[in-house]
């Protein structure tokens, strides 16, 4: 498995934006980022693959980007236009097989970082 860490997280008001970084201990073949608030389900917001390809989840589309650096093995969510419904545990999870990708099953995760938007 791969070992992730998440950073980047805080504090903001509405209408902030954040950068989280997801750094991994080696090559990925996809990253993804998640968020859980406190009595939710996690709920998944984007993902690229290492050729680049991204997608995101209609609640992120347009404020949301994923972007990654290879070779510092480093994947960034950058949150614009953040309002207090998007309070919560962000995580990234990994996977480095095609069909793990594919099937959205990553196996490796993060430990989270928070963040906390103010209205």
């Known amino acids: 498995q791969i070992r992730l860490m998440e950073s980047g997280g805080g504090s903001v008001q509405s209408g902030g934006s954040l950068k989280l970084s997801c750094a991994a201990s080696g090559y990925t073949r996809c990253v993804a980022w998640f968020r859980q608030a406190p009595g939710n389900e996690r709920e998944w917001l984007a993902v690229i693959d290492s050729a680049g390809t991204v997608n995101f989840a209609d609640s992120v589309k347009g404020r949301f980007t994923i972007s990654q650096d290879n070779a510092k093995n480093t994947v960034y969510l950058q949150m614009n236009n953040l309002a207090p419904d998007d309070t919560a545990m962000y995580y990234c999870?990994?996977?480095?097989?095609?069909?793990?990708?594919?099937?959205?099953?990553?196996?490796?995760w993060g430990r989270g970082t928070q963040v906390t938007v103010s209205a």
């Open positions: 999870a990994a996977a480095i097989y095609r069909w793990r990708c594919e099937s959205r099953n990553f196996d490796s």
